[in-house]
């Protein structure tokens, strides 16, 4: 798909058919995930490919909105921070979002639906989640990203808005 | 340009050559922005499009480095938090990195030359663009992005990394 039309026609996915995922439509996300721009190259994130029900059902339990469509989504990404690999302060919630979005771009970009589900910035979501995926206290786990078989067709929205454009100054 | 392509080939442009950029593709670009995914839909941004050379002047004077690149851009857009526009704490660095590439990502697509300067997290620099931009302290100006035309061609680096993929588990 273009990336303008990807852009422009990304929606948030929530419905789900339980369908698989190829394996190379994974790599190819994962990949652009590690495209992403990052703030002098720090590139701090790891990422986990989760297709473990078991895994998937823990996941649910630290956040439970979730139970809603992870049934019906055969794998996800989960992006992670990894506090060893940060050179530069305050930029890894920039980072992690970049990796973060161009997964998203992708996946839809391929014909799938994602949704980015949030994990950062909530506390008890994040300790949660730390225990039960073995992730050490240095690493944070930021949001996750669907990777499924959309069941729902969203149409685009319209979202310019010339009254939040400034020229030259505020 | 097909999306993979333009997330997988994207560089940081730092050469340029001064020549116009049509309205119609800043208009393609600022659209792009304002489609970025943002947390419960809070959309907390504005955007300054700054064409006028006084003005560029400014951001240089406040940003040093940039006067490599900037007096060859014909034209940059800002990217600006408004805090009276927050409606979840603690998510506007991410809903504003995601505007930002998401503008890098359709000036790449255009065939133009992107470069994400960065203004947050550096207290002086936001502070000395909120001076000379007018723009009032309730607003954090957070990043320029450049759109010119790139003046070197910077080949796709592979940025795979098999490394930072756990499956299932930590």
């Known amino acids: 798909m273009?990336?303008?039309?990807?852009?422009n026609t990304r929606r948030s996915i929530r419905k789900f058919i339980l369908k698989e995922i190829p394996d190379d439509a994974v790599t190819k996300i994962l990949h652009a995930g590690m495209c992403a721009p990052t703030s002098g190259n720090q590139r701090p994130w790891q990422f986990i490919v989760i297709r473990d029900r078991v895994m998937i059902d823990q996941f649910i339990e630290a956040y439970p909105y979730s139970k809603?469509?992870?049934?019906?989504?055969?794998?996800?990404?989960?992006?992670?921070?990894?506090?060893?690999?940060?050179?530069?302060?305050?930029?890894?919630?920039?980072?992690?979002?970049?990796?973060?979005?161009?997964?998203?771009?992708?996946?839809?970009s391929l014909g799938y639906g994602g949704l980015w589900l949030e994990i950062y910035p909530i506390e008890e979501r994040i300790n949660k989640i730390q225990?039960?995926?073995?992730?050490?206290?240095s690493v944070v786990?930021?949001?996750?990203?669907?990777i499924g078989h959309a069941a729902e067709e969203k149409p685009p929205i319209e979202r310019f808005d010339q009254s939040i454009i400034h020229y030259d100054k505020w």
């Not at 273009?2 to 852009?7: H, R, Y």
């Not at 469509?69 to 305050?90: G, S």
């Not at 225990?131 to 206290?137: E, H, N, Y």
């Not at 786990?141 to 669907?146: C, D, E, I, R, S």
Request: negative net charge; charged residues 25%; glycine residues 2%.
């Open 68 to 108: 809603k469509m992870l049934p019906d989504v055969p794998v996800t990404i989960m992006v992670c921070f990894d506090r060893n690999l940060e050179k530069y302060e305050k930029r890894w919630q920039i980072d992690c979002a970049n990796a973060t979005l161009c997964m998203l771009l992708a996946t839809h």
């Open 141 to 146: 786990p930021f949001a996750l990203v669907t």
């Open 2 to 7: 273009e990336t303008l039309e990807a852009i």
């Open 131 to 137: 225990d039960s995926f073995g992730i050490p206290k």
